[in-house]
């Protein structure tokens, strides 16, 4: 059972992701996310202003005067979260961690998709996939989703991108949307992203926090890396080993920003002091262009 205030925080963040979608994206995920194809609608008589190039000759012959055919875009979609579960994410230094984020994330987007018809899935990993919410539709699968990110308890630390996007081309046979949200602290994870992405509509969330690029002015300070356990010991008082470390940090995160490059994929970055909506707003009105 969980705890009712961890259950008031949890139904707080489902509220609160459907009212950003009704109030800030409201038609900009099915302008921006289209449908896997087309499929016939119906054979009706030409009029004036059709396009001669939709016109059914068979038919036409057959009838004696021109029909042409009508198409609608296939919709439904299936929308993947892929969210990194790992200790990692687990740190914040503002009001929210970055796994709550991740969950405010997801049902930012799962509830756009669930408004428009589409299914939504979920993948949860760490160093191994831990769990498999498979693709449904409807307000209370969404529930389901926030509450999973925020309750589930991982078995692994670390994160391996690899497997989780490995994963995702063996339970999806069919092309989807897929946002894959993390911290990205993997390696060797571009060639996954690459031959994933000639399959499905793969998007990367960048996940990050300021505190990780600096030290505080506290003397001697102990920094754990939560994935693997190692500690190391920094003397926080002198600039010089404050400006080595977030120099460090930076060039990590840009790293990880360069992999997204490599791998052709569009990425959002997204951290913790800032508003969930407004960078996928950004985004969503950015891919909109270049698709117009």
């Known amino acids: 059972m969980l705890d ?17 979608v009704n109030t800030m ?13 087309i499929e016939f609608e119906e054979v009706r008589e030409y009029s004036p202003g059709d396009e001669v190039k939709s016109i059914d000759w068979k038919v036409s012959a057959r009838m004696g005067r021109p029909y042409i055919k009508l198409y609608q875009e296939e919709r439904e979609l299936v929308v993947m979260l892929m969210v990194d579960m790992s200790a990692s994410v ?6 929210a961690v970055m796994r709550e984020i991740a969950a405010e994330i997801a049902g930012v987007l799962a ?9 939504v899935g979920a993948v949860l990993f760490t160093d191994q996939v831990e769990k498999y919410i498979p693709p449904q ?11 999973e990110i925020f309750s589930f308890r991982p078995e692994g630390r670390g994160t391996d991108i690899r497997s989780a996007v490995n994963y995702l081309s063996r339970v999806c046979r069919k092309k989807t949307v897929s ?35 600096q030290l505080p002015e506290a003397g001697i300070v102990t920094v754990k ?12 008082s002198d600039s010089g080993t404050r400006k080595s470390f ?13 992999q997204m490059k490599r791998a052709d994929i569009d990425y959002i970055e997204i951290n913790t002091r800032e508003s969930v909506t407004e960078p996928l707003v950004r985004y969503f009105r950015l891919r909109e262009r270049r698709q117009g």
């Open 90 to 95: 687990k740190f914040g230094t503002s009001d």
């Open 225 to 236: 890396d939560f994935e693997t356990g190692y500690v190391t010991v920094l003397d926080a």
């Open 137 to 147: 539709k409807g307000s209370a699968h969404v529930w389901r989703v926030i509450r």
């Open 179 to 213: 946002f894959l949200v993390s911290d990205f602290h993997s390696a060797n994870y571009i060639k996954e992203l690459k031959i994933a992405s000639r399959k499905h509509d793969l998007i990367g969330i960048v996940l990050s926090d300021p505190g990780e690029f």
């Open 25 to 37: 994206m409201a038609g900009q995920y099915r302008s921006v996310f289209r449908g896997a194809g």
């Open 246 to 258: 977030e120099k460090l940090k930076l060039r990590q995160y840009r790293d990880t920003l360069s």
């Open 111 to 119: 509830f756009n998709a669930v408004k428009n018809n589409d299914k």
């Open 4 to 20: 009712p205030e961890f259950i008031k925080k949890i139904r707080k963040m489902h509220i609160k992701t459907g009212r950003m």
